[in-house]
Every structure is written in structure tokens, then in C-alpha cells.
């Protein structure tokens, strides 16, 4: 079946520096993907829906400017948290629909993220 | 949360038991699905209920859909101890661009 690969699967980086995380579609090209945050035991958060070639749309409150995503290609995506603090310490995933699968979406496996 | 609600946040039951866990939305969707978590880790899709269909089975799963109440539930059959995981509901809007979750059940089957 499709894949979905995310790397890192943990990083973790000091306060104020940058991480990129990756999601690649591994078999099928990728006109959207979905990023989302976790907490413990909460729900996923929808962050942002990024188009290939086009601007991200985030959702309410959440910074375009902290969240930079990029979606060059059809098979990749790339979410940066810029200036991570302690607090987007999270578990963060993306997910990938299928180009003409519909509503047929895959998940990566997610990315634990740890600022100290 | 972003899209809808579910109900309850936690469920525990015996090996063996029937698992209900229910889910309700706040906008207009084209399908609802269910997926499955386990701790820390990714998620897997279960099943899949478009707008026009009211129950679908796969497996042990039984999934209902009532728009007019804007609401769904997933029942699991004769649980197992490896059913323990949290189990989120995830509404797909009419466009199709928005990708929502519900706030999820855990579910803890004891052997």
C-alpha cells in the first residue's frame, strides 16, 4: 500500500535553534498534505494543508512565521519549526492524500520533536 | 477541538466485550473515518463512511453515520487485548481540503 515517510522519527534541539521534518510520499505523488501536532493524550491539531507549488493555509493561531512548510515537489513536503522553545515540544504528523485517490489519505509515522 | 467531539475519553473493558465509542461533528462533511493510535506512534486507518451511507462493517468493526445529528459511532466486536489503543474519528469537509480530527477515546481491554 502508500507510504508515507517521515524523518526524523526524534530529534531532539536546543532552545532557539531550527529543526526541518520531512514527509515524503514514498509511491504516489502528493498534491496535499496535512501537518499536525500532538500533545500527550490530546488529539491531533490540524496545523496546516499545503498544496504542491502553492502557499500552505494554516490554521487559526497558528504562526506562519514559526511553521514554515514547504511543499516543493509532489513527493515531499517539509515542515521547520524556527526558534523552537520547550513548548512545541510535541509529536508531529503528516499526512499525504493521493493524487486522484479522492479522500484517500495516508499517514506518516510522526516525528517526536524535543527542544531542551 | 477543530471539528467535533468524542465520547467517552476513556474505555475499559473486559476481553471479550462489545466497544462503543461515538463521535460527533460540528460542519457539513464528505466522509468520516476512524483510525486507530497506538502510543506514540502513527496512525492506521480502520474504515471509511462517505456522507450517503448510514452503516458499514469491516471485520469485527461497525461503523454508523447520522448527518442529521452530525454524529457517528464505531463499535468493536469481541474486543481483544490488542485493541488497546486510542481511537480518533477524523471528518473530511465538502471541499475536501480540510482534514479534521475528533478528541479520541482510549481504549484498554484487559486479558
Known amino acids: 500500500g502508500a507510504v508515507v515517510s517521515q524523518h526524523p522519527s526524534w530529534v531532539i534541539c536546543k532552545s532557539g535553534t531550527s529543526v526541518k521534518i520531512e514527509c515524503r510520499s514514498l509511491d504516489f505523488q502528493a498534491t496535499t498534505m496535512f501537518w499536525y501536532r500532538q500533545f500527550p493524550k490530546q488529539s491531533l491539531m490540524l496545523m496546516a494543508t499545503?498544496?504542491?507549488?502553492?502557499?500552505?493555509?494554516?490554521e487559526q493561531g497558528v504562526e506562519k512565521d514559526k511553521f514554515l512548510i514547504n511543499h516543493a515537489s509532489l513527493t515531499l513536503s517539509t515542515l521547520t519549526v524556527t526558534s523552537a522553545h520547550p513548548e512545541d515540544s510535541s509529536f508531529y504528523i503528516c499526512s499525504a492524500r493521493a493524487t486522484g485517490s479522492g479522500n484517500t489519505i495516508y499517514f506518516g509515522e510522526g516525528s517526536w520533536l524535543t527542544v531542551v | 477541538s477543530q471539528q467535533g467531539e468524542e465520547d467517552p475519553q476513556a474505555l475499559s473493558i473486559q476481553e471479550g466485550e462489545n466497544a462503543t465509542m461515538n463521535c460527533s461533528y460540528k460542519?457539513?462533511?464528505?466522509?468520516l473515518q476512524w483510525y486507530r493510535q497506538n502510543s506514540g506512534r502513527g496512525l492506521v486507518h480502520l474504515i471509511l463512511?462517505?456522507?450517503?451511507?448510514r452503516e458499514k462493517h469491516s471485520g469485527r468493526l461497525r461503523v454508523t453515520l447520522d448527518t442529521s445529528k452530525k454524529s457517528s459511532s464505531l463499535l468493536i466486536t469481541a474486543s481483544r487485548a490488542a485493541d488497546t489503543a486510542s481511537y480518533f474519528c477524523a471528518t473530511v469537509t465538502n471541499t475536501g481540503n480540510q482534514f479534521y480530527f475528533g478528541t479520541g477515546t482510549s481504549l484498554t481491554v484487559i486479558p
Open positions: 460542519t457539513s462533511i464528505n466522509n
Open positions: 463512511i462517505r456522507s450517503n451511507e
Open positions: 499545503s498544496n504542491e507549488g502553492s502557499k500552505a493555509t494554516y
